[in-house]
């Protein structure tokens, strides 16, 4: 009975049926970048101060430029410590008052502007930007500015609480059905996100998207790794992640064309409806209906994909059958991933390098936004370089391997955010160089580290050792805009500081690990240990025949008879 990777070598492992359903699936893996990291446009945060009543009738009537109000007004002007009374704190002054003067009005109440008292702002705020943000409408600023790392530490516990149901919700029902639902749940969220009414349902909204774009995501990864043939998966699983890529460097353009967070939350969430159509245009993966027991369905894809690729289908398609194994089944146990010391040595490094992993690449991401000068051309550029990461996993791969280019990657990543915490702020160019830097290494360690991951657990744990090393990927995504915002109120450069520990400590972390390169995947846990070790060649003995006169005598007759 031949199972589905033979078929696929006589009707076309990439054939005409598998590149038009890449390039249809391709278009789900770019919808997930602004889900993933629009915070840094939907939730970029302006200079701003306090809004007095009275000083907007009073700068009118004198005619001041907006930058003379501000340094009349505003406490905190020149002080190199000023940011938060120039931006959380104003004069406790009545504006409105005729007495004061056009030049330097707060002379005529205080001869030293330090006596004049302070207090919180309790009008609101003025923001010096042409567009808008969550920021700017709901005044997620100074006592409420942890709101904002909040509202992306929602769509990480969403990925997180939505990767414990997905993958169930896919092996169960299928995973074009599990992709039309998450599609659907996915759009509805982010269009109900764009016209939220308020901070509260806005943050709810966003935790139920996070909870199904990734198995979006994944569903769609799935589909299109089971349709081509074997030697073709780690392609097309690479591309695919490519194509996210190319949502990043879309999203820069989209957010600078459109600069009110309402409508470019609309613009990115009402293209996810027209995934919808792939009801009609994708059809459920021939390897998930065998496993069902569903042959008769997975044979009509299978004759669907021989016409597509204009092949005959074999003469045993009908005996087309699912791989069984027969050996024992065994049932993965949470504890199997810590059974042995090798193993337990594993998982322990697999989880830190995952958390380091998202850390390091959501940080990035968002410190360049709060730190760069154009927020847009700052994403863009270091956005395209997740294009020759791309390039060098697929170069190096199955050449070099996996763990030394990893931990190369890891290691210049933290060398780069260690190198930008001495870099001034007037060379923003040298800054931007370096985190693009950081940016291309840890990308390559973010493709290659779920491949590594999948080659050091045996067979039956596999799935269950990627899923719980992977969650920590989400478990740091959680924590990481209070690592960056946060500290950042305290010192700049201190997020990249962390960072820089982060990436060392990852690269040399990942050296602990086996290399699998042309290694056969673990089947046991055995197999497992023995990974990356060597084995002790045989010893070479040396037979020696001794002849005896004998046997010497009756061989030169026989040469003579001859």
Not at 60 to 67: D, E, I, K, L
Not at 251 to 275: E, T
Not at 315 to 338: G, R
Not at 547 to 560: C, I, M, N, R
Request: aromatic fraction near 12%; include cysteine.
């Amino acid at each position: 009975m031949p199972s589905v990777d033979e078929v696929l070598e006589q009707v076309g492992e990439f054939g005409w049926f598998q590149k038009q359903a890449f390039l249809t699936l391709c278009l789900i893996s770019p919808a997930l970048a602004p889900i993933y990291v629009g915070i840094v446009f939907l939730g970029f945060t302006p200079d701003h101060h306090c809004r007095s009543p009275g000083v907007a009738e009073l700068s009118q009537r004198c005619g001041w430029s907006p930058a003379e109000e501000e340094n009349y007004t505003v406490p905190g002007q020149g002080a190199a410590d000023g940011a938060f009374l120039r931006q959380c704190m104003q004069y406790e002054v009545d504006w409105n008052q005729s007495t004061l003067s056009c030049v330097d009005p707060l002379s005529s109440l205080a001869a030293n502007r330090s006596h004049l008292p302070l207090g919180p702002c309790q009008h609101g705020w003025v923001y010096d930007t042409p567009g808008s943000s969550i920021v700017t409408e709901f005044n997620l600023v100074c006592t409420d500015a942890w709101k904002v790392d909040l509202f992306q530490s929602c769509v990480n516990l969403g990925f997180f609480l939505g990767s414990l149901g997905i993958g169930y919700i896919a092996d169960r029902f299928g995973r074009k059905l599990c992709l039309l639902w998450t599609v659907l749940v996915t759009a509805v969220s982010g269009v109900l996100m764009a016209v939220a009414p308020d901070y509260t349902s806005m943050l709810l909204f966003r935790l139920v998207q996070g909870m199904v774009s990734k198995g979006t995501w994944m569903a769609g990864y799935t589909l299109i790794t089971e349709f081509v043939g074997s030697g073709y998966r780690r392609t097309v699983a690479i591309l695919y992640q490519v194509a996210f890529t190319v949502g990043l460097v879309g999203l820069s353009g989209v957010a600078y064309a459109i600069q009110h967070w309402r409508w470019l939350q609309l613009a990115v969430s009402l293209p996810a409806f027209f995934f919808l159509l792939y009801y009609w245009c994708i059809p459920e993966s021939p390897r998930w209906l065998l496993s069902q027991k569903r042959s008769s369905q997975a044979v009509k894809i299978m004759e669907h994909i021989a016409q597509k690729n204009g092949k005959l289908p074999p003469a045993d398609l009908k005996m087309l059958s699912v791989e069984e194994d027969n050996k024992e089944k065994l049932s993965p146990l949470f504890t199997d991933l810590f059974r042995s010391p090798t193993l337990r040595k594993h998982t322990f490094v697999l989880m830190y390098l995952w958390f380091a992993c998202s850390v390091l690449y959501q940080g990035l991401i968002m410190h360049m936004g709060a730190t760069g000068e154009n927020r847009f051309l700052d994403f863009f550029y270091s956005s395209l370089m997740e294009f020759p990461a791309a390039l060098v996993i697929l170069l190096t791969i199955d050449r070099v391997g996996r763990i030394y280019p990893m931990a190369a990657s890891y290691l210049v990543a933290g060398a780069a955010c260690f190198l930008m915490i001495f870099i001034p702020q007037n060379l923003h160019w040298l800054q931007v160089i370096l985190a693009c830097a950081g940016r291309m290494g840890i990308t390559i360690v973010l493709q290659m580290i779920c491949l590594v991951n999948a080659e050091l657990y045996p067979t039956f744990i596999r799935n269950l050792g990627v899923m719980v090393c992977s969650a920590l990927c989400d478990l740091g995504g959680i924590f990481t805009p209070f690592m960056v915002f946060r500290l950042m109120e305290v010192w700049h450069a201190l997020p990249l500081i962390l960072f820089a520990v982060l990436g060392l400590t990852a690269g040399g972390m990942t050296l602990l690990l086996p290399e699998t390169k042309g290694a056969a995947l673990p089947e046991t846990i055995k197999d497992a240990e023995n990974l990356g070790r060597k084995t002790k060649p045989k010893e070479n003995v040396v037979y020696l025949q001794v002849q005896t006169s004998e046997q010497a005598g009756a061989q030169e007759k026989s040469v003579a008879g001859s």
